[in-house]
């Protein structure tokens, strides 16, 4: 029986989270507890301004919240100050989380006597790659059905030229 804490945006909300939290909530063992962290807008903001999110942190946490292999989210800002906040006994983080926040974060949890647990992300599968297909669809239906650029009709509904249509 443990208490595993893991993190993330969650804004697209898809397979592969669902398989992080079943592998960490497997790992919390029978009468464990799965914490998740959801990163509020600001901090997502900070880390990866390039993103667009879909979902405010109120809709995203209440989506991971409503998942019933969830027991407890919680507001995440840093990952490192994150983890010192939280009681927890097993951080599980992705295979690919490796920026400056994480390091720091990973070296507080050994120093600490936390276990951590790298679960690889599941193939084919991620946040961006669903942007990334749903941006490539809606330019090819733009194109086939209308005669405008996709290109100025997807940066106008991105905010960019505005009005500009």
Known sequence: MSRVLTVG????VHFGHFELFRKCKALAGPGGELIVGVQDDEHVKKYKPHVKLV???????????DLRMVDRVIRHTDVDETVKSVDFDVFCVGGDQGHDGFRRALA????????????????????T????????LCRNLLSQFFDIDPDRIMDALRGGRQGEM
């Open 9 to 12: 945006v969650f804004d697209l």
């Open 55 to 65: 979902y405010p942190y109120e809709v995203r946490r209440s989506l991971v919240s």
């Open 108 to 127: 507080w949890c050994e120093a600490n006597g936390k276990e951590v647990v790298r679960i690889p992300r599941t193939k084919g599968i991620s946040s």
């Open 129 to 136: 790659l669903l942007r990334e297909d749903a941006d490539a």
